[in-house]
């Protein structure tokens, strides 16, 4: 841990010489294990936070300015204090990629005194559907309470960082990535309940199986994908369901034996969506019950069954992951795999038996490159915690 301490340290001082006191905090990325586009959808999701994190350094200037750096990125941003709040710098910040932590301190809504110095650094690759937006903005929000001794839920936080991402970048995305950063503990997974904001822990035993990310190198972007429109047509299913006498808040709330009747109500592509969604919902529960009595295979096999309704009932897969999947699934030793995160590029995830992994990330690779020509990121995961300071 002190070594990329003093890495991100000294990536501060770097860019912020006249910088003394700097406070130091961690925010994770997160995979999801299963509950896949339900989260906006008022259905149960089981995230993690991982050993991948973006690393945000704060140092206190006298100039009014707040500033924004990043090891990752060469743009800089920069913000008067006195112009945080005007409409020219919101549409400014619009396009860039400091716009999640300059929308996290203008809802922070806290009265900047003096200007702030922030340099981020990241281990946490972006585009590549591990969060890397919530992670930044769950952070500086976090940092912002921390620096001005102001006590807030965790469950706010995750509430402004997500409109963050609504009212700034423009996702209408749902609440668990927000909730697993902030929530994160090691070695467990988060079971969220995305209606009621409840959840709880479930131990993952990370001495017999492990979470792999293969990125497919597909850039995701939830701001470029058609996100926005599957959460549409997901508003107008449950519209449509609530006008045909369906008493529900969610479509979460309907039950796999519902889809008879609804199968009559929706148009074609609202009913695919709305099928993905109880189904998932479904999964999910049975996914815990089934990883708790270490039914793994059964556990996995719901993985697959998750990608397979992704791919073809959500349609948010694209072939190369399809058959990253397929690939996964011929491979001794992997118990489940399916695309994770929004979709339309971004990871993998498969779930792998302890002894099996050195073959299976050899294995994939090969296949990848083969297809491809080139070789694939590929990330094993541990879980962790959620954001904390460090320093
Ligand atoms: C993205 C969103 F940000 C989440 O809220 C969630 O909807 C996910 O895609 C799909 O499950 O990560």
């Not at 992670?135 to 839920?153: M, Q, R």
């Not at 990535?177 to 079971?191: F, P, R, V, W």
């Not at 709330?253 to 998932?280: A, F, G, M, W």
């Not at 690939?327 to 498969?350: N, Q």
Request: charged letters at 20%.
């Amino acid at each position: 841990m002190s070594s990329i301490i003093d890495t991100v340290i000294a990536h501060h001082r770097e860019y912020f010489p006249r910088s003394t006191d700097c406070a130091l905090f961690a925010s994770p990325g997160r995979i999801n294990i299963i509950g896949e586009h339900i989260d906006y959808n008022g259905g149960n999701v089981l995230p993690a936070a991982i050993d991948k994190h973006i690393y945000i350094c704060i140092s206190r200037n006298n100039d009014g300015i707040i500033r924004f750096v990043s090891a990752n990125h060469k743009e800089t941003g920069e913000v008067a204090i006195n112009n945080l709040h005007s409409p020219q710098t919101k549409a400014h910040a619009a396009h860039a990629w400091w716009v999640y932590p300059y929308g996290a301190c203008v809802l922070s809504n806290i009265e900047f005194d003096c200007g702030l110095d922030f340099s981020f650094y990241s281990t946490l690759p972006v585009g590549a559907g591990m969060s890397s937006s919530a992670s930044i903005t769950v952070g500086t929000l976090y940092a912002l309470y921390s620096l001005n001794n102001i006590t807030i839920k965790s469950k706010d936080i995750a509430l402004q960082a997500q409109k963050v991402e609504w009212d700034f970048a423009g996702v209408k995305c749902g609440i668990m990535d927000q909730m697993a950063i902030i929530n994160g503990k090691k070695d467990n997974a988060i079971m969220l309940n995305t209606q009621t904001m409840e959840f709880s822990y479930i131990p993952v035993d990370t001495s017999t199986v492990r979470f792999i990310l293969v990125n497919s190198g597909v850039k995701h972007s939830l701001r470029e994908s058609a996100y926005n429109d599957r959460r549409h047509e997901c508003e107008r299913a449950l519209l449509t369901l609530k006008k045909a006498g369906f008493a529900i808040q969610n479509l979460c709330d309907c039950s796999v034996d519902d889809l008879i009747q609804i199968q009559n109500i929706l148009p074609q592509t609202e009913y695919k969506r709305t099928y993905h969604v109880i189904y998932e919902n479904h999964r999910v529960h049975q996914f815990a019950r089934e990883i708790q009595q270490y039914n793994l295979k059964k556990a996995g096999e719901l993985l697959y069954k998750s990608h397979q309704s992704l791919s073809v009932y959500y349609e948010v897969s694209i072939p190369l992951i399809d058959e990253m999947v397929e690939w996964a699934s011929d491979i001794d030793g992997v118990y489940g795999s399916r695309l994770m995160g929004g979709g339309f590029g971004g990871c993998t995830i498969s779930m792998v038996a302890l002894y099996a992994v050195e073959h299976f990330t050899r294995t994939i690779a090969q296949k990848f490159k083969k297809r491809e020509n080139r070789i694939p990121q590929i990330y094993e995961c541990s879980i962790e915690d959620g954001t904390r300071r460090i320093e």
